[in-house]
């Protein structure tokens, strides 16, 4: 009578040598070449061989859209951290550079009646970082949402067609 899953009675031994893990087609993870053998004692001085690079052929069936969300979301919001960081250096240089002050002068000095147009007080940096902010938010919410709309389609075009099929590769 056995009492475990295998069939074996406790204390038989394994006649079959060592467990071996293995994977869906019921081929070995690692080869019976590349396992060493237990049962030799090792030698001080051995030839080592070059490994053989075991290949893996596997699928992408389907991805979780949720996680698909977070990790787009997560990204977007450091591109718009980003984003608004760089406008504001580039605010700031402009700024230092005196463009502001130069554009508003040759405005001035073409004749154009620019009534009174101060280009440091229409574009100045509450007023840019404002808006930067808001296009960000904006954009977050809508990069993840298409992503995440792109992950639903990816899923229901793997059902067809049976997902995207990836050699990996042990070097």
Known sequence: MSDNLSGRTPGATNQQGPRVARSASNQPLIADHDRPNENQPVRSVQRRKKPRARRMNLSLTRVDAWSVAKVTFMLSLAGAIIQIVAVLLLWMLLKVVGVFDSV?????????????????????????????????????VLITIVVSIFALLYNVVCALVGGVHVTLGDD
Do not use: R, Y
């Open 104 to 140: 508003t002068q040759m405005v001035s000095s073409a004749g154009i009646d620019a009534g009174g147009l101060n280009l440091a007080n229409v574009l100045s940096l509450p007023t840019v970082l404002g808006a930067v902010t808001i296009w960000s938010i904006v954009q977050m």
